[in-house]
C-alpha cells in the first residue's frame, strides 16, 4: 500500500506539463483561428453571431481560470498531506515521549534515531525498583493520598532515568521497569543503568526529608540490575501496542529487585563484567532465584568511584 502511495501522482502535481500542454494547446487554436479568420471570417462571425475577437479572448481567460484551479488544487492537495504528516508526527511524538526523555522522543519522530518495529535480539539492562511495605502503607492511608505519593515518587524516578538517557519500560502498581539498551543503545549502558539506581537512591534521601517535614511516612525502594540477551519489540494487540522486552534478563533482574532490601541496589555477576571498575561494591551472598538451578552471584552497588568516567552521549536506535 505504501508502494502504490509513494508512486501515485495526481493531474495537478504536474504543473509544469500543464502549461506546456495550454501552451501547445494555445499555438494550435490560435493558428487555425487565424487562418479561418483570414479566408472565412465573415462566414463564422454571421454563424456564431459574435465577433471572433471576443470568442478569442473568452478562450485565453478561460485557460487562465484553468491554470489557477489547477494551482489552487495543487495547493490544497500540499496542505493535506502537511496535516496528515503533523498528526503522524504529533502520535508518534505522544508515543515516544512515555518511553524516552522529549529530546530523544523528537529525534525519532524526525528519523535522527531510527526504532525499528518487530522482534529483535539484542544485549540489554534491565531496571527494577519496588517499594518496601507498600502494601501495609497502603492499607493505612487514603487511596488519594497513595496515589500523590505514587505520581511525586514516579516523575522523580523518570526526570533521573531520561537524564541518562534509559526507557521506561512500564509501571506496576508501585515497581517500575527500566531499560538501558532497548529501543535506544549506548556503548556504555550497563554503566548508564547503575549511575541511574545510585541517583535515584540518594534522591530518596530528599524525598523522605521533604515527607518528614510534611508529616507523613517515609518510604524506602529496593533495586534490581541484570544485564544479558534478550528480545525487544512492539507487543500487543493491533489496537493496543507497547515497546517492551523479554527473555530470563528480565525475570532475573525482577528476582534481584524482589531480594533486594530498603536501600540495596542488587547487581548480577553479568552486570559487573561490563562496568569496569568505576563502581564500589560488595559481594554478598549468592542468591537462589525461583526458576533457577544454580544460585546467582549478586553484588551490591554501593557508589561510583570519583576517577570514573562522566556521562557519555553517543546515542543510537536500531
Known amino acids: ?23 501547445a494547446v494555445y499555438w494550435i487554436l490560435d493558428s487555425i483561428m487565424a487562418i479561418f479568420l483570414s479566408q472565412e471570417g465573415y462566414f463564422l462571425q454571421r454563424m456564431i453571431g459574435l465577433d471572433m475577437s471576443e470568442i478569442w479572448t473568452r478562450l485565453i481567460v478561460l485557460c487562465l481560470f484553468i491554470i489557477f484551479g489547477s494551482h489552487a488544487q495543487f495547493t490544497i492537495n500540499e496542505r493535506k498531506t502537511m496535516a496528515k504528516k503533523l498528526e ?36 540489554a539492562t534491565v531496571v527494577f525498583i519496588d517499594i518496601r511495605g507498600f502494601t501495609a502503607m497502603s492499607e493505612n492511608a487514603q487511596p488519594a493520598e497513595v496515589l500523590q505519593m505514587l505520581n511525586e515518587y514516579f516523575e522523580m524516578v523518570v526526570e533521573i532515568v531520561f537524564r541518562y538517557e534509559g526507557t521506561v519500560d512500564k509501571f506496576m502498581g508501585d515497581a517500575i521497569m527500566l531499560i538501558w539498551g532497548a529501543p535506544l543503545t549506548h556503548g556504555d549502558d550497563p554503566i548508564r543503568a547503575v549511575q541511574a539506581a545510585l541517583e535515584i537512591n540518594a534522591e530518596m ?18 533495586i534490581g540490575v541484570n544485564t544479558g540477551n534478550l528480545v525487544a519489540g512492539y507487543m500487543g494487540s493491533t489496537r493496543a501496542m507497547s515497546y517492551s522486552v523479554i527473555g530470563d534478563t528480565v525475570n532475573t533482574a525482577s528476582r534481584l529487585c524482589a531480594a533486594a532490601k530498603q536501600g540495596q541496589i542488587l547487581i548480577s555477576e553479568n552486570t559487573l563484567s561490563y562496568l569496569d571498575g568505576k563502581f564500589e561494591v560488595s559481594e554478598i551472598e549468592p542468591l537462589q532465584a525461583k526458576g533457577k538451578f544454580n544460585p546467582i552471584q549478586v553484588y551490591n552497588a554501593i557508589s561510583q568511584k570519583s576517577s570514573a568516567s562522566p556521562l557519555k552521549t553517543d546515542a543510537n536506535c536500531r
Do not use: C, W, Y
Request: glycine letters at 10%; proline letters at 1%; a positive charge.
Open 1 to 23: 500500500m505504501k508502494a502504490k502511495n509513494k508512486n501515485r501522482v495526481h493531474f495537478t502535481d504536474q504543473m509544469v506539463l500543464i502549461g506546456f500542454g495550454i501552451a
Open 88 to 123: 503522524s508526527d504529533r502520535r508518534t511524538r505522544e508515543r515516544f515521549q512515555r518511553l524516552l526523555s522529549p529530546d530523544l522522543a523528537e529525534m525519532v519522530v524526525s528519523g535522527k534515531l531510527k526504532v525499528e518495529k518487530g522482534g529483535q535480539n539484542r544485549v
Open 205 to 222: 534521601t530528599v524525598f523522605n526529608k521533604r515527607r518528614r517535614s510534611e508529616d507523613k511516612t517515609e518510604i524506602g525502594i529496593g
